[in-house]
């Protein structure tokens, strides 16, 4: 199995920072892509950032040059947002895919983290 803890989400004011972290584990081989979600209510899950293995990064357009996703080491990443706005509040989720033991796949999720700011 794979598993994949999230942490860092909170209440936080327009304007301020706070830091996502999201640790896997399990019998993993290797992980090609770690990346973070957003889902906000009444809206679809969509892409914040994700990182491959390589460190090639990718944002969505609403967070560049405000977040930045980094690999602490091969299972875990963080997600750096500054300069939060009220639309950023969504359940964060953290995701990754890889090969698991065995060369089976894996596309797993976190259970993810509030995150709210308010204006």
């Known amino acids: 199995q794979v598993q994949l803890v999230e942490s860092g989400g909170g209440l936080v004011q327009a304007g301020g920072s706070l830091r996502l972290s999201c640790a896997t584990s399990?019998?993993?081989?290797?992980?090609?892509?770690m990346g973070w979600y957003r889902q906000a209510p009444g809206s679809q899950r969509e892409l914040v950032a994700d990182?491959?293995?390589?460190?090639?990064t990718n944002y969505a357009d609403s967070v560049k040059g405000r977040f930045s996703i980094s690999r602490v080491n091969p299972r875990t990443v963080t997600l750096q947002m500054n300069s939060l706005k009220p639309e950023d509040t969504a359940v964060y989720y953290c995701?990754?895919?890889?090969?698991?033991?065995?060369?089976?796949?894996?596309?797993?999720w976190g259970q993810g983290t509030q995150v709210t700011v308010s204006s």
């Open positions: 995701n990754a895919k890889g090969v698991r033991f065995y060369g089976n796949p894996f596309d797993n």
């Open positions: 399990g019998n993993i081989v290797s992980i090609n892509t």
């Open positions: 990182i491959t293995r390589g460190g090639s």
